[in-house]
């Protein structure tokens, strides 16, 4: 079948596509259908079948008789640790962490945060709270404190997972203080904590509270697996929007199991007993999607990788690993390739590995510029897939389906919509443009299974962030153009989120912190281009009238207290101090012409500027720091 055959059967009869697709699910009761409008415009999948993740992801394949086989591969250069956990050893291991969880009161239904590095028991607990239908919140090791602290509050957590540190390639990340920071911070406290104590930090516990992983294990009754509905959370996933107050995604049980099992045969080409490598974080949806949940529930191998495309020890790690554990497909951001390019132009170190079982190159999470295409493409002689998608989707809009039928790649574009996605370029009215022209991108309602149904407890807020804008669909916040193939180029944002080496950030947020200081009496941050990161964020700072402090001294303090208070994975490092903001006559900052000037990209004068001279302070004030370079 061509993927034009796969797309129009999808379209002709969307239930019938999605109710064979879900026949690779092991369900305890199968769904009577696969869609439920009753709720239009909130949807849901499978919502009457009762169904278990873990059971899906571990004990079948084991029941199968294929417990022997590699579940996942831990690779960390960073502690010089490598090991191979079987699905058999999955199953024990996370039948008794769940059994533990039980034991101190975690039921379906109860949230349960993690806040880990990559190592496998991350995936342990995000799977024993599976076991349990219990609701996981992973939160990403590079926040702080704050961040943390504004999930606690947000999920209720009735118990945290944590381990005692992460490590970076030059230091260690103190996470059991960042922890307890966060809990002494939010309003809503855990009846408990279980840590993770790892040989390189061996954090204090709280005496009542803090509970050891493996002590807290000693003697339980493993778990059997909670059948749960088809329409239970089984995740809530914070990301940014345009304030500081992260959304909650969640992602319900049975639409997200046939999605992802979907996606690993059509889409990445994958087969049981296959490897595939998602080089990402657990903390974001890459890392729920494709390190924790698909290769599993599709009987495949993960990689769980501890380290960093160059500098752990060199920009060969990739190469080692794929040689190594025989890896056929590898997903990663763009920004990985772009620090690898940086480091070794020539791809020498490529020489000292055996790629030949290595097929697939996808990339996802910024934009894939053409020259860190064509630069993979030259040096691995793979395709090298551009693919879009968010958090909301938790998996792909666009993609070329390697499973289906590989179609030409096109540099700059993530090809074309996946079943389930009815993409649609719209102008400000909602009408579709023409092939060929910006607007803003939209998906046609109902999304597919395994996207977002909701965001935890703000309903309110779902419908005005996605739903409102244009009736009828879903808005996604990118803006770009289709071409006469159909085929998506995804160019800017239409919100104040922007993306750092792969990670989706506020500034919103970051303004939020920067208007907290007492000498600020304005600002803005926006997101300039970078060659290696994809974009950075830059604050603009007013000073409150009559202030004399040091301007040194009060950029220091604002790096340090998005850092603190955001976290390092901000990277919120340029900041300027400016006499006046350029706004429109109604008083809103435009942000969207100085990132223009900053890039020193050709822009229209907005009509409803108030003062255009402002512009140019800008312009002056940005060449300081090396932008905005005519
Ligand atoms: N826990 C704690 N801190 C973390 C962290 C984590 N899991 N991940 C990153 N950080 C810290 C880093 O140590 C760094 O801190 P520093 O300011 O003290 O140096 C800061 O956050 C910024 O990190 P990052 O943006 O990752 O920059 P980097 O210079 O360390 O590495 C790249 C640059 C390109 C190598 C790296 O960003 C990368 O591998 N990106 C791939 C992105 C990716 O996987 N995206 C997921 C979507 S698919
Ligand atoms: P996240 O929710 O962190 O996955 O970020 C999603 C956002 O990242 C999207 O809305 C896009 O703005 C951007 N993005 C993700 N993948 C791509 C891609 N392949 N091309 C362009 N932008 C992308």
């Not at 349960?112 to 709270?129: G, H, K, N, S, T």
């Not at 993979?376 to 390697?402: F, S």
């Not at 006046?580 to 004068?605: F, H, N």
Request: a negative charge; hydrophobic letters at 40%; glycine letters at 8%.
């Amino acid at each position: 079948m061509t993927y034009a055959d796969v797309y129009d059967d999808w379209k002709s009869d969307p239930e019938a596509f999605w109710m064979k697709a879900a026949k690779n699910i092991s369900w305890v009761k199968p769904p009577s259908k696969a869609l439920f409008d009753e709720g239009a415009p909130i949807y849901e999948w499978f919502s009457d079948a009762m169904v278990n993740t873990c059971y899906n992801a571990i004990d079948r394949h084991v029941e199968a008789g294929n417990g022997k086989r590699t579940a996942i591969i831990y690779d960390s250069p960073v502690t010089d640790t490598k090991h191979k956990i079987s699905y058999a050893e999955l199953q024990t291991r996370v039948a008794s962490l769940a059994g533990a969880l039980r034991a101190k009161g975690v039921e379906k239904g109860d949230r349960v945060l993690i806040y880990m590095p990559m190592v496998p028991e991350a995936i342990e607990a995000m799977l024993a709270c599976g076991r349990l239908g219990a609701v996981h919140s992973v939160v990403f090791g590079g926040f702080a404190a704050n961040e943390l602290a504004v999930r606690i509050d947000d999920a209720t957590p009735k118990a945290i997972i944590a381990a005692s540190c992460g490590i970076e390639p030059n230091h260690v990340i103190h996470y059991k203080p960042l922890l307890d920071g966060a809990i002494d911070l939010a309003n809503h406290k855990p009846d408990f904590c279980v840590i993770f104590q790892r040989e390189q930090e061996v954090a204090h516990l709280e005496e009542g509270r803090d509970f050891d992983w493996h002590g807290f294990q000693y003697g339980v009754t493993p778990a059997e697996c909670v059948p749960v509905e088809g329409n239970h959370p089984s995740y809530i996933l914070y990301t940014s929007g345009t304030t500081g107050q992260p959304k909650g995604v969640i992602r319900h049980t049975a639409g997200h199991l046939v999605a992802l099992d979907w996606t690993m045969g059509s889409l990445y080409n994958i087969n049981a007993g296959d490897v595939f490598w998602a080089a990402s974080d657990v903390g974001w949806v890459v890392g729920h999607s494709y390190i924790a949940y698909a290769q599993l529930v599709h009987g495949a191998t993960t990689l769980v990788f501890e380290g960093k495309p160059v500098g752990t020890p060199d920009a060969g790690t990739f190469w080692r690993i794929i040689s190594e554990y025989n890896v056929k497909a590898l997903f990663t951001a763009p920004t990985a390739f772009r620090a690898i390019k940086r480091e070794d132009p020539d791809g020498k170190l490529l020489e000292k590995y055996d790629l030949s079982n290595f097929e697939t190159l996808f990339l996802a999470g910024e934009r894939a510029d053409p020259d860190t295409i064509t630069w993979a493409q030259d040096k691995l002689g793979v395709p090298v897939i551009d693919h879009w998608w968010q958090t909301e989707t938790g998996w792909a809009i666009c993609a070329n389906p390697m499973g289906i039928e590989p179609l030409p790649v096109k540099l700059g574009s993530p090809s074309v919509p996946m079943p389930g996605y009815d993409v649609q370029v719209l102008d400000e009215g909602g009408h579709e443009v023409a092939d060929g022209e910006m607007g803003a991108i939209a998906i046609k309602l109902p999304l597919p299974p395994g996207t977002l149904p909701n965001l935890w407890n703000a309903e309110a807020r779902f419908k005005s962030a996605y739903l409102e804008h244009f009736p009828g669909y879903y808005e996604t916040g990118d803006a770009g153009f289709k071409d006469e193939d159909g085929y998506l180029y995804i160019m800017a944002r239409t919100d104040d989120v922007i993306n750092v080496a792969g990670h989706r950030l506020s500034t919103g947020g970051m303004e939020e912190v920067l208007a907290s200081h007492p000498d600020v009496a304005e600002c803005a941050v926006i997101g300039v281009a970078d060659t290696l990161k994809g974009q950075l964020p830059l604050g603009f700072l007013c000073l409150n009238a009559g202030c004399t402090r040091d301007h040194a001294d009060i950029i220091k303090d604002v790096v340090a207290m998005v850092r603190g208070k955001i976290g390092p994975v901000a990277a919120f490092k340029l900041c300027l101090i400016v006499d006046r903001l350029p706004k429109t006559r109604s008083g809103k900052i435009l942000r969207a012409t100085m990132v223009k000037i900053a890039d020193a990209e050709d822009y229209k004068m907005p009509a409803t500027i108030d003062d255009p001279a402002i512009l140019d302070e800008i312009k002056t004030a940005l060449q300081t720091l090396g932008y905005a370079q005519d």
